[in-house]
């Protein structure tokens, strides 16, 4: 468990599953994208497995016991020895509070501290805020998106 400012970072529990699901849809139709559970969203709906067990993280950001935001991430067979951050999603209301670095760097040390070489992002163009942040902290625009609906990729060597 961590906090920043009067938020607690936590990891997600089974409880958690509508809330996430609920919050995430929100953000992507924020920008015109849509929420695909049998899709590029089937981690969040699937979160012990995509996550938890292939020992990656996925946490929930709370806020007076409301989830706000989310973040996590999974080993990934791309690259070397390399994860892949996933699901960084804030509600409008607590963005421009520094959270969505705080949450960045804290994923990064946790990385990091499990040894891994290598973190890799999918996002798309639309998300600006996001891509800012990722250039910012010193991602790479790389090449090979995966998923149908991101058309960026990033990549930091650690």
């Known amino acids: 468990m961590k906090s920043y400012r009067d938020f607690l970072i936590r990891d997600w529990q089974e409880r ?3 809330e ?3 919050l995430i849809a ?3 139709d924020e920008y015109g994208l849509s ?3 049998n899709g590029a969203d089937v981690d969040v709906v699937e979160v012990k497995q995509f996550y938890q067990k292939v020992g990656g993280q996925f946490w929930v950001v709370e806020l007076n016991h409301k989830i706000v935001g989310t973040a996590g991430y999974y080993p990934i067979s791309r ?10 999603y804030l509600l409008p209301s607590v963005r421009k509070k520094g959270l969505g670095t705080y949450l960045l760097q804290s994923l990064e040390l946790e990385i990091v501290t499990q ?3 290598q973190i890799w992002i999918e996002t798309a163009s639309c998300l600006t805020e996001a891509i800012k942040l990722y250039e910012k902290s010193n991602y790479q625009r790389s090449s090979g998106v995966e998923t149908p609906r991101c058309d960026r990729v990033y990549l930091k060597v650690l």
């Open 115 to 117: 040894g891994y070489q």
């Open 26 to 28: 929100l953000v992507l």
């Open 16 to 18: 958690d599953r509508e």
């Open 35 to 37: 929420f695909e559970p």
């Open 20 to 22: 996430v699901i609920q």
């Open 79 to 88: 690259g070397d020895r390399a994860v892949e951050i996933r699901k960084m």
